[in-house]
């Protein structure tokens, strides 16, 4: 699968953006996918994930209340809805997908994903 993630931008403080990742290919229903962001001179970092054959979602406590993951499967799309950003939120995005679904322990690890997006920048500021 490849995929391309769109939709980052510049937004103030407590405004809200909705990034995008086009997968391609024709098993859009058979991977998992994640969003993980990396901050400027930090590690990436897990943020959201939805699991093949599944709607139950996962997300950081950073964003729990304030993000949402969703599929599109008309559009083969995985959207990550942002409220209420922060400063703090600032960061490259990138989507990731996983042929099948892993176990729960393994969905918010980075090394469980093998196919990345190029990533988008998102950045709150006043």
């Known amino acids: 699968v490849q995929l391309q993630a769109s939709g980052g931008g510049w937004v103030q403080p407590g405004g809200s953006l909705r990034l995008s990742c086009a997968a391609s290919?024709?098993?859009?229903?058979?991977?998992?996918y994640a969003w993980f962001r990396q901050a400027p001179g930090k590690e990436r970092e897990f943020v959201s994930a939805?699991?093949?054959?599944?709607?139950?979602?996962y997300s950081a406590d950073s964003v729990k209340g304030r993000f949402t993951i969703s599929r599109d499967f008309a559009k083969t799309t995985v959207d990550l809805q942002m409220n209420s950003l922060k400063p703090e939120d600032t960061a490259v995005y990138y989507c990731?997908?996983?042929?099948?679904?892993?176990?729960?322990?393994?969905?918010?690890?980075?090394?469980?994903?093998?196919?990345w997006g190029q990533g988008t920048l998102v950045t709150v500021s006043s």
């Open positions: 290919g024709r098993t859009f229903s058979t991977y998992s």
């Open positions: 990731a997908a996983t042929y099948g679904r892993p176990i729960t322990s393994r969905v918010r690890q980075e090394t469980t994903y093998d196919y």
């Open positions: 939805v699991r093949s054959g599944s709607f139950d979602t």
